[in-house]
């Protein structure tokens, strides 16, 4: 774009690195005047994006757009929560923090977050800023549970963990820093879980739901096998009577050939290595918990665990 009125490079290098999005006080900085600004409009070298922001074209905004468009309008400001995450988002806004003290107008499409001591925990060098990682995941997991959503958040740790992202290690440092959280104490749980092999809510809400509460013996995470001739994880392995517990959700096993590859990690097993394998649903592990635990535990003591299971609160009175 050739900035009209303007002698140096400035403005053309900032709309290189921000997606063709500028603000109004950015074209000031770079000696642009009022009457530049408007030529520029009138020729549609720029359009109006929003009060004060602008882009290069007359098109809909991309996603990365938005966000600079987000950040510019309520400058200086970072994204935030899912969108400094980049997960797929719950909703269609963009949500950025902005520091305590400030009073903002709210931008259509814009979610804000009044942030304590915003500088410290921005990383101001990314395009566009945005919380640190780790700090943007402390704050999604403290507000997914204020709403309610333990399974939620415990699912968006999992997903930045296993997407190899940060380590637990990391933050927990970061947490060890925040003097005020929410559900601290359920977030230190999470971290301990990950570190133990947690890898999905279902896991984990096997443990919780149907393992623990019905006194099954405690089962190894993600143990490595190669039965198939390569190497896999078995998602809980009961080693002393040689019987696996793989947990299906409904992501991620849809296609026939993943059945298939299913199905012969189970026949593998079984014929190697002598290991039966169950396979629990969503449904299994939250709808008809207390009868799942019945059930495994009857494979249990099939396959020689002396154990004796236990009813849980849930379990029906008999």
């Not at 600004?37 to 994006?49: G, N, V």
């Not at 405690?218 to 392995?237: E, I, K, N, P, W």
């Not at 207390?290 to 236990?310: F, K, Y």
Request: a positive charge; charged letters at 25%; hydrophobic letters at 40%.
């Amino acid at each position: 774009m050739q900035v009209s009125g303007l002698s140096t490079p400035a403005p053309r290098q900032l709309l290189a690195e921000q997606d063709g999005v500028i603000a109004r006080w950015q074209l000031r900085e770079a000696g642009a005047t009022a009457n530049d600004l408007a030529r520029m409009l009138r020729r549609r070298e720029l359009t109006r994006a929003h009060p004060g922001v602008y882009v290069t074209h007359t098109g809909p905004l991309t996603p990365r757009q938005r966000q600079w468009v987000a950040v510019l309008a309520v400058w200086p400001a970072a994204l935030d929560g899912e969108t400094a995450l980049g997960l797929r988002p719950s909703s269609s806004a963009v949500s950025v923090a902005v520091a305590h003290h400030r009073s903002v107008v709210l931008s259509p499409g814009v979610r804000i977050r009044r942030v304590a001591h915003l500088d410290e925990r921005v990383s101001w060098q990314r395009k566009p800023p945005r919380l640190d990682l780790e700090e943007a995941l402390i704050d999604e997991m403290s507000a997914r549970m204020s709403r309610g959503e333990v399974d939620r958040a415990f699912a968006v740790l999992a997903e930045v963990i296993t997407g190899r992202r940060t380590t637990v290690e990391r933050v927990i440092e970061h947490l060890r820093r925040r003097v005020r959280l929410s559900h601290r104490a359920t977030i230190e749980a999470m971290l301990t879980d990950v570190r133990d092999g947690m890898c999905s809510v279902l896991e984990r809400g096997y443990r919780n739901r149907v393992e623990r509460p019905h006194g099954l013996p405690r089962g190894a995470r993600q143990q490595a096998s190669r039965a198939t001739g390569g190497l896999t994880l078995q998602d809980v392995r009961y080693t002393d009577v040689d019987v696996i517990v793989e947990l299906d959700g409904t992501l991620g096993h849809t296609s026939a050939a993943e059945r298939d590859a299913d199905a012969l990690r189970d026949l593998s097993e079984l014929a190697g290595l002598g290991r039966v394998t169950a396979r629990l649903t969503y449904g299994l592990v939250f709808r008809h918990t207390c009868r799942t635990a019945g059930l495994v535990g009857e494979i249990l003591r099939s396959r020689g665990w002396q154990g004796r299971l236990r009813h849980c609160p849930r379990c029906p009175a008999h």
